[in-house]
């Protein structure tokens, strides 16, 4: 594997599911060697099981209209933003959707992505969450205590900012770094004293467990959720980035105006309870646009933060990864 890579994937070795999820792209890469990233026969997104993308993948509308114009849409399914912007990085897909940090954390690792759309702002849709009878009260109270979270992940931005507020150090924090599905099962079993985390993971965790929200990201953070392309792809296929943006904004309209239906459609591919997926579907933001230098400069903030804290080797500067339009 070139030498790039490596600094991005060590930072996934510390879960097996990240473990597994790099070993099944390496064996991707090696069965499909001969394989152009750049084939305008076919366009690979990566997404998550769960926002907009995965409505809209349900919908079928956007491998219709690329379908006529003679395009395969290759949906590819990862666990989290970190682990897809690796699959963007090592050449697996053209395409995906993450939250706010692991483009910062991609890029550190000189990874070619390209900032495109993102969705309005979404600060509901991560939180801390404490169990129902923990005597933890407020963000002060985590000193000391053990913090699971998704290395990498928007929530990691999330807990930075929280702590920044109520004055407790990064440093003076027990953070633990674990998949959601860990997390979710040390939550339960009360290894972890708080668990910072994204819906609809954390709306199944309010339901569920009757976990209680210590803050989210109201006031704090912006939580967008981002539209990324590998540049190579975009320079040589900018029409088709556009027609995914805007199939993107057709279903945001639909989905925004038709939320019962959404939720008919994300029930099955989450598998949680109706209950779960309506309240997760009423924090989702709805409304792509191109990405704006605003936006890039709320995404310069988030890594100048990371830098301090020493969790990215390098200082960025994100307008490397805007569109040519913006640099």
Known sequence: MHRMHLP??????????????????????????????????????GFQKYGTLTILKALGSLDKKLGEQGIAV???????????LEGLNVGSIDFG????????????????????????P???????????????????DLKGKKVALNKGSNVHYLLVKQLEKAGVPYQDVNVTYLTPADARAAFERGAIDAWVIWDPFQAAAEKQLGARVLADGTGVVNNYQFF????????EHPDVVKTVLEEIRKGDLWAKDHLKESVDLLQPVLGLERPVV?????????????????????QQEIADAFYALKLIPRKLD????APADLR
Request: aromatic share 8%.
């Open 228 to 235: 990324l392309a590998s540049r190579d792809y975009l320079d």
């Open 8 to 45: 991005f994937l060590s930072w996934f070795r510390f879960s097996r599911l990240a473990v597994a999820g790099v070993m099944a792209l390496s064996a991707a890469m090696l069965t499909c060697a001969t394989a152009s990233a750049q084939d305008a026969k076919t366009l690979r997104i």
């Open 278 to 298: 309506e309240l997760a579907a009423q924090r989702l933001a709805y409304g792509v646009t191109p990405v704006t230098r605003e936006v890039l400069q709320h």
């Open 97 to 120: 959707t993450v939250g706010e940090a692991p483009p910062i954390f991609a890029q550190a690792a000189q990874a070619p992505l390209v900032y495109v759309g993102n969705e309005p």
């Open 318 to 321: 994100v307008q490397q990864a």
């Open 122 to 140: 979404a600060p509901t849709s991560e939180a801390i969450l404490v169990p129902k009878d923990s005597p933890i009260q407020s963000v002060a």
């Open 74 to 84: 290759k949906w590819v399914e990862f666990p989290a933003g970190p682990q897809l």
